[in-house]
């Protein structure tokens, strides 16, 4: 029974990664793996709830969104149409150089289009880029990263994790051979995420932060910090919850209002967010033993009955409200009793209708706007 939960979850999301926090890396293998009325006022976000001072840098007043429309007219498309030719040739590490070099001479829709331009390219490239320059069959490089960044904790914020300042230091650990592929790839904007052994790139939203910071609107900084928070602390490792039940659905709110929050918004950031959301949907749609959420009995435990009356009480999004309230009624209905880890059925159709319907609500309410 075990093995058709992971199969049902592993087929609906492959967005599943490393726990930030204390979560321990895995060493490399030789296998191959790969309607309820709600408030809609716009989401704020919570005292603390940013990524810590080590992991995004110096808080700058972002530009409001009264100021990102007066800048509408000004886009500067000398150095949009640059950019432009450079995404037509692939050539990420040129933009991104070109962006160092001029965000902070542009105006606040210029310096979005810039970032929008480069995100989008690094989101679709992402893959190529791991075949291409990482992933031709060399696995002694996947080993000699793990074993370098073992040997050296002390010298990374995480080991799992390579973004901003590591990449330089794991640069200089290595040999000029294998430094000088990881550089062209870390050029281009990525970083290194180690999943079941293997590393793949992933877009360094970190880095971009610390570029972008100041020099952009609100609702790209609140992009970029939603993502950065979600590269360093993922919300599931492999298939399985990697933060808190409390977490989970502060975490589901949040994507949520973002896409409220900003209606008039670039196609990568809504299909970078959706994709983020829907991971969170289904883990509030299906508690099950595996990620802790109910007892040996098979009752749902404390927190996650704290967590969905939280959603409740609050009602800030619509589809995560409704999420909690229909798996909190199906869970009442069954008088607490979720199931066991031989009792799933009942559960698993449960989550996959949830998760559907939310699924569709997300699409109708979001993505053809």
Request: glycine share 6%; with cysteine; aromatic share 10%.
């Amino acid at each position: 029974m075990k093995k058709v939960w992971i199969f049902i979850i592993v087929m609906v999301f492959v967005l599943s990664a490393c726990r930030a926090g204390d979560q321990e890396v895995s060493e490399p293998t030789t296998e191959e793996t790969s309607t309820v009325v709600v408030d809609e006022t716009p989401i704020e976000e919570e005292a603390g709830s940013e990524t810590s001072p080590d992991e995004t840098p110096e808080e700058v007043p972002s530009v409001t969104e009264e100021e990102f429309d007066i800048e509408k007219a000004k886009v500067d498309e000398i150095l949009i149409q640059e950019l432009k030719s450079m995404a037509g040739n692939k050539n990420l590490a040129d933009m991104w150089q070109y962006i160092e070099e001029n965000i902070s001479k542009v105006n606040v829709v210029t310096a979005d289009a810039m970032l929008i331009s480069f995100m989008t390219l690094a989101e679709e490239q992402s893959w190529t880029i791991g075949d291409d320059l990482l992933f031709g069959g060399d696995f002694e490089l996947h080993q000699l990263i793990y074993d370098t960044t073992a040997a050296n904790q002390g010298m990374f914020d995480r080991s799992y994790l390579i973004l901003g300042d590591d990449k330089d230091e794991l640069l200089q650990l290595l040999p000029q051979n294998y430094s000088r592929s990881l550089a062209v790839i870390f050029d281009s904007g990525f970083g290194l995420i180690n999943a079941e052994g293997s590393y793949y790139p992933t877009v360094d939203y970190q880095m971009i932060l610390g570029v972008a910071n100041g020099h952009v609107s609100e609702m790209t900084e609140a992009y970029l910090k939603i993502m950065n928070d979600n590269t360093v602390n993922q919300t599931t490792v492999e298939e399985y919850l990697a933060i808190t039940p409390a977490e989970l659905g502060e975490r589901a709110v949040e994507l949520e209002g973002f896409l409220m929050t900003y209606s008039e918004r670039p196609e990568v950031y809504t299909e970078m967010i959706t994709r983020l959301l829907n991971v969170t949907i289904y883990k509030l749609s299906a508690p099950n033993p595996f990620d802790g959420a109910v007892t040996e009995e098979g009752i749902l435990s404390n927190e996650y009955t704290i967590m969905y009356q939280q959603i409740l009480d609050e009602q800030k999004t619509p589809v995560i409200t409704m999420v909690a309230d229909s798996i909190s009624r199906w869970v009442e209905s069954r008088a607490g009793y979720v199931g066991t880890y031989s009792d799933m059925d009942a559960l698993y159709t449960k989550a996959n209708e949830l998760f559907d319907e939310a699924s569709n609500l997300v699409t109708d309410q979001y993505m053809q706007q």
